[in-house]
């Protein structure tokens, strides 16, 4: 089924936004199709372009320092190799609860006596590994901030939860991307996350 295009004034119609707002929000958008010299877009290509728009990004980050979840930046700097740091910077204490809780579940996994039990419950902390990711991720869109920023700092957190999980474990790297890592990993891992690990093998 083909995904029905607009232009800019049915659009105006649908969203009831100013027509001024639309086309400045596409005014360096390639439409989705052009028909004879009319130019149309998807819908949720308009929606994205408007939420790009700095009114946009700046009502996103008002509301959500409203919303009870904001607190103030305590570090004067991005430490990139601290995670509390790199969660202080985001400014968020749903964040900060799910941190806390995985950090809760690697102490005690890594508090297991023998070496074969810490691997087992290791590769349970996967899955919350990943569910931290996407909720990082998911934050960030909420409040509107870079997607490149968003993804720096959601990688430079996998990388240094990979890297602590991996010498809890005694894992060699090669070891570690064998068993630890799946398919999710493998789909989503940047190429140079495993900086991170250098030094640790």
Wanted: net charge neutral.
């Amino acid at each position: 089924m083909k995904i029905p295009t607009y232009t800019v004034n049915a659009a105006v119609e649908i969203l009831e936004k100013n027509p001024r707002l639309i086309l400045k929000a596409l005014r360096r958008v390639p439409p989705d199709e052009i028909n004879g010299k009319q130019k149309r877009w998807k819908m949720k290509t308009i929606e994205d372009a408007l939420d790009r728009l700095p009114s946009a990004i700046e009502a996103k980050a008002a509301a959500h320092r409203r919303s009870g979840h904001y607190h103030e930046q305590r570090y004067e700097k991005d430490d990139w190799g601290s995670i509390d740091n790199i969660v202080d910077m985001w400014r968020d204490d749903r964040f900060d609860d799910a941190q806390r809780e995985f950090d809760e579940e690697f102490e005690a996994v890594t508090k297991l006596p023998k070496l074969a039990a810490r691997r087992a419950g290791a590769k349970k902390l996967a899955e919350k590994l990943i569910a931290k990711h996407e909720l990082f991720v998911t934050l960030g869109k909420e409040i509107g901030t870079d997607d490149m920023v968003t993804g720096w700092r959601a990688d430079a957190i996998l990388g240094l939860e990979r890297r602590r999980i991996k010498e809890a474990c005694q894992w060699s790297k090669s070891e570690f991307s064998k068993i630890f890592d799946g398919t999710w990993f493998e789909e989503n891992l940047p190429p140079d996350n495993d900086d991170l690990m250098r030094g640790t093998r």
